[in-house]
């Protein structure tokens, strides 16, 4: 097929096709690249993200604005994962408000900060307010608080898994306000959690069915609670 001179055949294709193509390029440092070749190559990459589904920066480099400017056009997304990395993910209280100000947040099923130390309970009551449709939200590593659990709580009743990994300024009144409020959650991860015993028995007591993390737990705790106090 003949073209125009000097103009190649990627260029003939229209915009939606060619966002459709940047999908599968899943690399930020190519799409950088890519959207830097002209205007309409910089209009598809914005299209492509919003197509995308999921998201994962892990591996990436990554700060609050580089990361919002991402967000803001991934309108259909509903897997974020933005876990820190050995290569310095970065995400403060900041980046978490600019997230919240994203459209595909109350789409959001699943999250993962894992590990991002400089994130406060501030960040995540904002993040949670407008994330309803929220099931799976990982936030081990951090340093969050009870304030945290009760927002999570108040805010997303779709959830049914939580990772709370070492979050040891967590305590049993976070957790039984958690169970008591979401009443679909399934699994909670309370490794290396500075909570007593006998709370993981009194979790399964409200929620029957929840299944606690790591394994084995529950059948220790119950045993802990029969031990005689002197």
């Known amino acids: 097929m003949e073209t125009r001179r000097g ?12 966002s459709h193509i940047l999908v599968f390029i899943t690399c930020f440092k190519d799409l950088a690249q890519a959207s830097r070749v002209c205007k309409k190559w910089r209009e598809g990459v914005k299209r492509s993200l919003g197509h995308r589904e999921k998201l994962s920066f892990g591996g990436w480099k990554m700060d609050d604005d580089s990361t919002t400017r991402i967000l803001l056009h991934a309108y259909s997304l509903k897997e974020l994962d933005i876990s820190k990395s050995r290569w310095g993910c970065r995400i ?7 997230i919240s100000l994203a459209k595909c ?4 099923s699943s999250i993962s900060l894992w590990g991002m130390t400089e994130i406060s309970d501030n960040g995540i009551r904002q993040l949670v307010l407008g994330a309803t449709s929220l099931q799976h939200l990982n936030i081990g ?18 959830l049914k898994s939580i990772n709370l990994w070492c979050c040891r300024h967590v305590t049993e009144h976070g957790l039984l306000v958690l169970v008591h409020k979401c009443r679909k959650l399934e699994s909670i991860n309370v490794w290396g959690m500075r909570v007593p015993m ?12 929840l299944h606690l993390q790591p394994e084995g737990l529950l059948p220790l705790a119950e045993r802990a609670s029969l031990l005689p106090v002197f």
């Open 7 to 18: 103009e190649a055949e990627i260029e003939r294709l229209p915009i939606d096709l060619l």
């Open 198 to 209: 006998e709370c993981f028995v009194c979790l399964v007591n409200i929620s029957p069915a």
């Open 92 to 98: 403060t209280d900041k980046g978490l408000y600019q």
């Open 105 to 108: 947040l109350a789409n959001l």
């Open 141 to 158: 590593g951090t340093f969050i608080t009870d304030e945290s659990l009760f927002a999570i709580a108040n805010s997303c009743p779709q």
